[in-house]
């Protein structure tokens, strides 16, 4: 099929050379403009678009989707399909209509469930068994429209968000080219989504990274690893900011330890209102990011240090 490919992060670039190894003409990508990183704020490609470049496909970073500007280029190209994954613009009507075949999304969640800009880092901070990818044809509503494939995966108890990340973006990656083929044969047989099982996926913001000890040490250990590789949850040792990477639940507990209570050494166990966490992988503001035990080497903490 001809198509435009719609995405700007390293969740949507694999679906890219899945595309093409499937026989599929890429006739453009659509992807987010470059954006300043680093220390020196140099302008940065997204990673769609160095996939893109890659394979000698021509890019477009328009600044907006509503000018025409867009739409013409659709009409120029006149694809059978848009793939859209992770492209991080609301596409107005006449766009999703362009395309032959409409604009078809793979999410990363199992909709109608964690509609929204970040399903899989809440699906790991609510302590989800599972989750998984869905295709859906794309309307004018956020993630509302007819459902066309899903894939399913168990969550490890101990994944974190980014761990997650790298799986579903594969599993999306073969599932756009199973729809694509199924779309190919006449064989989809689209759902309606049931809105009273929806919930929504808030994006992420540094306001979500303190960790509150009284809470349980699934909760905690669910924000910890839901959180990482970013905003990553926090703690304060010593009036200092700690973030927190990699977590265990922790066997070990005391009854009297208050919660925040360094209860152990090895491993770093905190106490928590229910049950205790042990911290794995840390970082010290100003220090890279190590082995919670490598770290105690060089800066001894006491049992019964409290953390905030």
């Known amino acids: 099929?001809?198509?435009?490919?719609?995405?700007?992060p390293e969740f949507s670039a694999p679906a890219i050379d899945a595309l093409l190894?499937?026989?599929?003409?890429?006739?453009?990508?659509?992807?987010?403009?470059d954006k300043p990183k680093g220390r020196g704020y140099n302008l940065t490609p997204p990673p769609v678009k160095v996939k893109a470049l890659e394979h000698g496909i021509p890019v477009y970073q328009p600044t907006t989707m509503k000018d025409g500007e867009a739409l013409q280029i659709f009409r120029d190209i006149q694809p059978d399909v848009a793939v859209v994954i992770a492209y991080g613009r609301i596409l107005p009507k006449e766009i999703l209509e362009a395309p032959?075949?409409?604009?078809?999304?793979?999410?990363?969640?199992?909709?109608?469930?964690?509609?929204?800009?970040?399903p899989i880092q809440w699906s790991v901070i609510d302590g989800q068994p599972k989750t998984g990818v869905t295709t859906m044809q794309m309307d004018v509503g956020l993630d509302t429209g007819d459902m066309l494939m899903k894939c399913e995966t168990a969550i490890d108890p101990d994944e974190t968000a980014g761990e997650l990340h790298d799986r579903l973006s594969l599993m999306g990656a073969k599932l756009i080219v199973d729809t694509l083929a199924a779309l190919e044969q006449g064989a989809l047989m689209p759902q309606k989504q049931d809105d009273s099982e929806s919930c929504y996926a808030k994006m992420l913001t540094k306001e979500l990274c303190a960790v509150d000890w009284h809470k349980s040490a699934k909760e905690i250990h669910d924000q910890i690893r839901g959180l990482s590789p970013w905003p990553v949850a926090t703690a304060v040792l010593e009036g200092k900011k700690l973030k927190l990477h990699r977590s265990a639940i922790a066997a070990q507990g005391s009854r009297t330890a208050a919660c925040g209570e360094i209860i152990s050494l090895d491993p770093l166990t905190v106490q928590c209102g229910e049950g205790t966490v042990a911290l794995l992988e840390i970082q010290a503001e100003g220090k890279k990011r190590m082995n919670a035990q490598d770290y105690l080497r060089g800066h001894p903490i006491t049992t019964g240090t409290i953390l905030q």
Do not use: D, W
């Not at 099929?1 to 700007?8: N, Y």
């Not at 199992?110 to 800009?117: D, N, S």
């Open 100 to 118: 032959k075949y409409g604009c078809i999304n793979v999410h990363a969640s199992l909709l109608p469930k964690y509609r929204g800009a970040a």
């Open 1 to 8: 099929m001809r198509l435009i490919f719609m995405g700007t």
């Open 21 to 33: 190894e499937a026989g599929h003409e890429i006739a453009a990508v659509f992807s987010q403009p």
